[in-house]
């Protein structure tokens, strides 16, 4: 099936019509559900999507407003455009928004920033055994050069070496300013690695190495960060989670305790939250990050303890990785989600700022969804909202 050979001068929407046309005839399958509007479209079947031929609609629900002090100390109220097929979860996010809002001081959110990672491998030429660590450490200023000069809008900020089996693992972490950075990261490791294989003589076995765990579950992940470290908290008092959450701390307290450190350590998980993954994937879809990283995303750890007569809840979320420019951001939908949840005029990069608040946004849904099991809920709002 030729998808690619296309008359001249047609636009996105039409040659998407073709492409749509041409599978149909071969496949017999009607694919009308998938035509789209030019508007929708913008430069996706050009960058973002190849031989695209249709679009597959998200419903999009808003929680919200979630009132959040950011790390550089400024407060806001945020609105969350939340893309799910999966009925009760917006309505699960608001009412976690609410719980919060209504608490004296809302969510505090803290980031630190680790920067995008790509590992690259070498290994000595003819079968000899020879560590690089040292070589490698000598001449990080002449290849962290290197690695720069691929982009104007990279810096390295740190790097981890490896050794195992005979390899040399090198981990690159960078700051790319505004883009989530993959492909930055990759174009610079590229350079880097072809560098040092000349310089020291060895064989670049390949960059993706895994030591960076893109897209992969990882303890060091979960441990060391990858993107952006957020840990987002709030203390919720006794009368609100009596008036909104409709049960009380101590149910909550005894649901923390079963499910995320008893039952988490059965499992043998790499992390213990409730349903992290469920707000990062809404938040990454409606925005336009890379959807495949709600895998990092999602090794949250949250934690439930007693304060005065009610509880604080804080959640680490050790790997949100997330640009506010390239991939999918630029889409027409997407880039007025991006508009519609983040606050203008902070002293934080928008980056940043949606880092935090999509920590925060994790933190709403697991009050909510921690007080639907103390309260023996959880079912029934299914049964009510997503059959």
Not at 94 to 115: D, F, L, M, W, Y
Not at 226 to 251: C, H, M, N, W, Y
Not at 330 to 339: E, G, H, N, S, V
């Amino acid at each position: 099936m030729d998808l690619r050979n296309l008359p001249e001068g047609l636009s996105p929407a039409e040659r998407c019509a073709e492409r749509r046309a041409r599978i149909e005839a071969e496949t017999g399958t009607n694919l009308s559900s998938l035509q789209t509007e030019e508007a929708r479209i913008g430069q996706a079947d050009e960058r973002n999507c190849e031989q695209m031929f249709g679009t597959v609609p998200l419903p999009v629900g808003c929680a919200g407003p979630l009132a959040i002090t950011f790390s550089s100390g400024e407060k806001r109220h945020i609105h969350l455009p939340l893309a799910t097929t999966e009925g009760a979860l917006v309505a699960s996010v608001n009412r976690g928004c609410k719980a919060i809002t209504t608490s004296p001081e809302g969510a505090r959110v803290e980031a630190r920033q680790h920067g995008i990672s790509r590992s690259l491998v070498l290994k000595p030429k003819n079968g000899k055994v020879q560590p690089y660590t040292t070589e490698i450490e000598q001449r990080q200023n002449a290849w962290k050069k290197i690695g720069e000069a691929t982009s104007n809008h990279l810096k390295i900020l740190r790097f981890d070496i490896d050794e195992a089996d005979g390899y040399t693992f090198l981990t690159l972490f960078a700051d790319t300013d505004e883009a989530m950075g993959m492909n930055m990261i990759t174009i610079a490791a590229q350079a880097i690695g072809d560098w040092l294989a000349e310089e020291l003589d060895a064989e670049l076995i390949t960059i993706a190495a895994n030591v960076d765990s893109d897209k992969k579950p990882s303890k060091r992940t979960h441990d060391r960060g990858r993107g952006f470290e957020v840990a987002a908290s709030a203390v919720l008092p006794s009368s609100v989670i009596a008036d909104v959450l409709k049960t009380t701390p101590e149910k909550m307290l005894a649901v923390a305790d079963a499910k995320l450190r008893v039952g988490s350590r059965i499992a043998g998980a790499i992390c213990s939250n409730l349903h992290a993954a469920n707000m990062i994937a809404a938040l990454y879809l409606a925005t336009g990050q890379d959807a495949a990283h709600v895998v990092e995303g999602s090794l949250a750890d949250t934690t439930v303890t007693r304060q005065g007569d009610g509880i604080a809840i804080t959640v680490r979320l050790p790997a949100v990785i997330v640009g506010v420019r390239g991939g999918g951001t630029a889409l027409p939908a997407q880039k007025q989600c991006l508009d519609l949840l983040l606050a203008p005029e902070t002293k934080l990069r928008r980056k940043q700022q949606l880092a935090e608040s999509i920590g925060a946004a994790v933190l709403a849904g697991e009050v909510s969804v921690l007080a639907a099991q103390a309260s023996q809920t959880l079912a029934s709002a299914h049964r009510k909202l997503a059959r």
